[in-house]
């Protein structure tokens, strides 16, 4: 098992940055694959950014050059970096946990509670 609780969302104006932290409790947490989703209302839950235990990322190509997912394995933290946000950024935002890295959510085994981002115009 293992726990993960979100934070840093909030309101920022069009062309600022958020970074979201997620910190693990439990097992081993660099022996997960992290994520992060995000979700619009109404929308589907969809891929952001992944991190492999090897450290390597993927990430969609929406943010790519503008998020930045990194962790700290001695802390148990997730970290995305979000600059140059946009209004369509806006969703709440979710961390997730899986031993092997997917772009499917629907393959991930642990969630947060989610953390909202609001980008202004």
């Known amino acids: 098992q293992v726990q993960l609780v979100e934070s840093g969302g909030g309101l920022v104006q069009a062309g600022g940055s958020l970074r979201l932290s997620c910190a693990a409790s439990?097992?081993?947490?660099?022996?997960?694959?992290m994520a992060w989703f995000r979700q619009a209302p109404g929308k589907e839950r969809e891929f952001v950014a992944v991190?492999?235990?090897?450290?390597?990322?993927d990430y969609v190509d929406s943010v790519k050059g503008r998020f930045t997912i990194s962790r700290d394995n001695a802390k148990n933290v997730l970290y995305l970096q979000m600059n140059s946000l946009k209004p369509e950024d806006t969703a709440v935002y979710y961390c997730?946990?899986?031993?092997?890295?997917?772009?499917?959510?629907?393959?991930?085994?642990?969630w947060g509670q989610g953390t909202q981002v609001t980008v202004s115009s």
């Open positions: 997730a946990a899986r031993f092997f890295s997917s772009r499917d959510y629907r393959a991930y085994d642990y």
């Open positions: 439990g097992r081993t947490f660099s022996s997960y694959a």
């Open positions: 991190i492999r235990r090897d450290g390597s990322t």
